[in-house]
């Protein structure tokens, strides 16, 4: 690959401007063949560890993509199962000759066995259930076996609707119970009313779900089938059918060109669920939510009926580039229909991007930014961008008088990672952020160029079990500089791997029809800490590190399937960060506060319990039973309710620029009220504060700083 790349992590992946290997042609006349002959061929020569497609790797597609299809052992029958067998071993042989049988004989037997189980559910749910009997279900669906019968089918599935029928039977019945408590008038429905009502909505629930199935195509289902091939070779390593690229690129540059509105699908109904604001939706005044689209029109062109379209082509029509019209024909909540005219423009998803506040303690003044993503627009980076936006929301924060700052990239699942480059200068004169190695080359470290600083203060990063890949560049890279105290999880997810998204059509002649082929993302380099260690697997350990809500849960990169291994390299040339003179006593000042802080006991005591009830897999299906089951469990998430009850002493306010934008958007305002109300229970938050209270900035390395980077 050519050195010069933009490289994504975490979440995302890239666009690669060139490939080495794209001189070889493919012209297939089938489409679905053509695409395996493509994955196939750029795993073997752009994967940094590629698999050998042998029986072994047979074995875990045909597993894999049974399981995809059928997670809870309710469609197909052992003897399916059976009938598949003998392509069990023979899925590397499919591969290389780019033959797709197996698929084709498991996909079209699913649509059988679909079928067949439209009568199935609805003549369970036409039969009244007996809560009186004394029976179980287990949702441990992977270690069951399936069923042997149609009979035995029918029996999971009476099971399984039981069960999602039972909570909402109990509930109903506390619910008249209720009633009947506030008023002695009150005529309680009986039970067999309730158990007749309650099995009419997961009748609607389950006739909702097998309708929308109509809107699964074919090549949805091979797009599965692709990814279970491809995803044998790591867990980031994965097929993007074209709707799936589009959403990504969505979701790393948080923006996109369309009408700024929400939409969802049920039945043959397409509605608005949200009006984004700042969009041209929004802008307008004229739609609102729960408006319904008939019809969609480009312009002055003819409107096309989109009810018996999927959502997904629904929303292509609707989107479109920037400055175009469409014209909607909405039906209004009252019943009037009525035809709208919004200019498309690019829309921002300000939930993706950097928020930040002031955090009053006190007399004394701090910062935090919450940062979701490391976010960037592939077509330019001097567009909108996590680094930048960071920056100058540091620089606003420094106007107001902050004395510290907190970055808090909890949840931040990853991203671009020259964006985790420039972030980082942001905190040091100039140094590495990161190395990179690909397989057969000398590793490639990534330096801030840049001597001049936006923020020489205290800092703290506060991460947990989902900050990754790029988020944990950033920790890392801090923490190796001891530029940051990291307080958070005992590690982060564990993702040190690099993935490139290769577009697929580039190696097809212009003179085919098969439209847009999709994209391949796969993992082509590992990163490295300066210090020479891998987060891989291992992830960022805090030097704080606290218990929070999934600290004995099984979440990270180790927990997956088919990880790379954890290795390391030879350290980068750098050195520590000089400008505190109590790095190592203000931590263990705060790990003594947290070993005596009962809010984190609570914390820790409500984590065990979270893992308990993810353990526990076998439910009774007799009401009394369940019910008592359940009264103990709201008894228990009762007691954890004191959790969110905490109050720390800090208080949160918007920036001067945000106070001017909530005169016109009040849903903005809104978000911006629950974030600080949230802030102030977070007891992470309220630690944060405390250590970047103690933490001393050595005056005379202050006075060395060669300048502000602004």
Not at 607 to 635: G, H, I, M, P
Request: aromatic share 10%.
């Amino acid at each position: 690959m050519k050195r010069n790349l933009i490289y994504f992590m975490g979440v995302f992946i890239i666009s690669v401007a060139s490939c080495s290997f794209t001189n070889k042609t493919f012209n297939n006349p089938e489409k679905d063949k053509l695409l395996i002959e493509l994955v196939s061929y750029v795993l073997e020569k752009g994967h940094f560890d590629p698999k050998d497609i042998n029986d072994d790797f047979s074995e875990h597609v045909f597993e894999n993509f049974i399981n995809d299809l059928d997670p809870f052992k309710r469609l197909f029958l052992e003897s399916d199962i059976k009938e598949f067998e003998k392509y069990r071993f023979k899925i590397d042989d499919q591969i290389k000759k780019s033959e797709i049988t197996f698929f084709n004989v498991v996909y079209n037997r699913m649509n059988k066995r679909q079928e067949e189980a439209k009568s199935i559910y609805k003549d369970v749910l036409a039969i009244p259930f007996n809560y009186k009997t004394d029976e179980t279900i287990s949702v441990d669906y992977k270690s069951q076996p399936y069923a042997t019968s149609k009979s035995e089918l029918a029996e999971k599935w009476r099971k399984q609707l039981k069960f999602s029928t039972l909570d909402d039977y109990a509930y109903m019945i506390d619910e008249e119970k209720k009633k009947k408590e506030k008023d002695d008038s009150y005529e309680m429905k009986s039970l067999d009313e309730i158990e007749k009502e309650t099995r009419e909505k997961t009748t609607g629930i389950f006739d909702e779900y097998f309708y929308s199935l109509k809107d699964v195509k074919r090549k949805d289902v091979f797009s599965q089938y692709v990814n279970a091939i491809v995803e044998e070779f790591d867990p980031h390593t994965n097929y993007l059918a074209p709707r799936d690229k589009e959403a990504f690129d969505t979701r790393i540059s948080g923006k996109y060109h369309g009408i700024g509105a929400r939409l969802q699908k049920r039945f043959d109904a397409v509605k608005i669920t949200e009006v984004i604001s700042g969009g041209p939706v929004w802008r307008d005044k004229k739609i609102v939510a729960g408006d319904q689209i008939l019809k969609v029109a480009q312009g002055d062109e003819e409107p096309v009926e989109i009810s018996n379209m999927s959502i997904d082509d629904a929303i292509k029509l609707i989107k479109g580039p920037k400055g175009t019209e469409v014209r909607l024909t909405l039906k209004r909540i009252d019943g009037t229909i009525e035809v709208i005219p919004v200019i498309r423009d690019v829309v921002e998803l300000e939930e993706s991007y950097a928020k930040s506040s002031v955090v009053k303690k006190g007399n004394r003044k701090f910062g935090i930014i919450n940062l979701p993503q490391f976010y960037v627009d592939f077509d330019d980076y001097k567009e909108r961008n996590a680094a930048t936006d960071v920056a100058k929301e540091i620089t606003r924060l420094k106007s107001e008088g902050m004395e510290g700052l907190v970055l808090d990239l909890r949840g931040n699942g990853g991203g671009s990672l020259k964006t985790v480059v420039d972030m980082g200068g942001l905190f040091i004169e100039n140094g590495p952020i990161v190395q990179v190695r690909s397989t057969g080359r000398e590793k490639e470290v990534l330096n801030d160029e840049d001597k001049r600083i936006q923020w020489d203060g205290p800092l703290v990063i506060l991460v947990d079990e989902f900050s990754a890949s790029a988020s944990e560049i950033l920790a890392a890279a801090m923490q190796d500089y001891k530029r940051a105290i990291v307080i958070g999880s005992k590690q982060t997810y564990g993702k040190g791997t690099v993935q490139n998204v290769i577009d697929l059509n580039r190696f097809l002649s212009g003179d085919h029809d098969f439209g847009n082929v999709g994209a391949l993302k796969v993992t082509t380099q590992k990163f490295y800490r300066i210090n020479g260690g891998s987060t891989q697997l291992e992830g960022v350990k805090s030097d704080i590190a606290v218990p929070d809500r999934y600290s004995y849960i099984d979440i990270g990169e180790k927990d997956q399937e088919n990880p790379l291994p954890w290795d390391k390299i030879a350290p980068a040339n750098y050195e520590p960060w000089d400008g505190y003179i109590d790095y190592e006593s203000t931590i263990a000042k705060s790990k003594g506060r947290m070993a005596t802080n009962s809010q984190l006991a609570l914390i820790d005591e409500n984590a065990k319990w979270v893992k308990e009830q993810s353990d526990d897999n076998d439910y009774s299906l007799n009401y009394e039973t369940f019910k008592a089951e359940r009264d103990e469990n709201d008894k228990r998430a009762d007691y954890f309710k004191k959790i969110r009850d905490y109050k720390t002493n800090l208080s949160f306010s918007s920036l001067p620029y945000e106070l001017e934008l909530f005169k016109n958007d009040n849903v903005l305002k809104e978000r911006r009220e629950r974030w600080y109300e949230d802030l102030a229970k977070d007891v992470y938050v309220e630690e944060a504060i405390n250590v970047l209270e103690d933490l001393q900035i050595n005056n005379i390395r202050r006075g060395k700083v060669a300048g502000i980077k602004g």
